[in-house]
C-alpha cells in the first residue's frame, strides 16, 4: 500500500465521521441526501461482499467493516431516528436514483476485469459509486444555505477523490484499465459537487 492510498482512506473515513458528527450533535439532516446515501450503501455491500470469501489483510477489513457500518448507520439515522428524520429535506431530495442502477449494473456485467460474481458487484461498485453524488449533488443546486459541517464533509469527499487519484496515477501500470477509466468520472461529478459548494458559501 502506498501513502497516497492510505491518505486516501482516512480522509474518506474522516469525511463519513464528519457527516455523522453532525447528525448526532445537531440532530439534524438537512442539506443531505438520503438517496446519495442509500446508493453508497450499495455500493459498500457491493464492493465487499468479498469479505467473506477472500482472504484480506486485517488494515483491509477492519476498514471494509467500517466503511460498512458507517454508510448503515448514516442510513439508518435518516431513515429511522424519530429527531433526525424530520429534518430530511424530502422535497428537494427528488433525483430518481434507482434509474442509475440498472445501467451500473449493465455496465458491470458487460465490461469487468473478469466474469465472476465478485469482480461484476466490485465492477459495479465502481460504476455506482461514479455516479452516487448526483442525488446530493442536485439537492444542493436547491438548497439556500449549507451548515460548516456539511461544507466540511464535501471537502473531505473531494479531498479523498483527489488523493485517490494520485494512487491511481501511481499504480497506473498494475491498475486494470476498467477500473481507471471509471474512476476519473466520479472525480468530475465531485469537482462540479464542490465548484458549487464553493459558490453557495461565498452567497453566505
Request: net charge positive.
Amino acid at each position: 500500500m502506498n501513502a497516497f492510498r492510505l491518505l486516501g482512506d482516512m480522509t474518506h473515513l474522516l469525511s463519513i465521521l464528519i457527516l455523522l458528527l453532525k447528525i448526532r450533535t445537531t440532530k439534524s439532516c438537512a442539506g443531505i441526501s438520503l438517496k446519495t446515501q442509500d446508493l453508497y450503501v450499495l455500493v459498500f455491500v457491493s464492493r465487499y461482499l468479498d469479505l467473506f470469501t477472500r482472504v484480506s489483510s486485517l488494515y483491509n477489513s477492519v476498514m471494509k467493516l467500517v466503511f460498512l457500518a458507517t454508510s448503515i448507520t448514516i442510513v439508518w439515522y435518516m431513515r429511522y431516528h424519530k429527531v433526525v428524520k424530520q429534518t430530511y429535506s424530502k422535497n428537494s431530495d427528488t433525483f430518481r436514483h434507482y434509474f442509475l442502477i440498472l445501467p451500473c449494473a449493465l455496465l458491470a456485467f458487460f465490461f469487468n476485469p473478469k466474469f465472476t460474481l465478485i469482480e461484476v458487484l466490485w465492477s459495479f461498485s465502481l460504476y455506482l459509486e461514479a455516479v452516487a453524488i448526483l442525488p446530493q449533488l442536485v439537492l444542493l443546486q436547491r438548497s439556500s444555505n449549507i451548515d460548516n459541517l456539511t461544507g466540511n464533509y464535501v471537502f473531505m469527499l473531494g479531498a479523498y477523490r483527489a488523493l485517490y487519484l494520485l494512487n491511481w496515477v501511481y499504480r497506473f501500470f498494475a491498475e486494470n484499465v476498467v477500473r481507471l477509466v471509471i474512476r476519473p468520472c466520479s472525480n468530475r461529478s465531485l469537482c462540479r459537487f464542490l465548484l458549487l459548494l464553493h459558490k453557495k458559501l461565498e452567497k453566505q
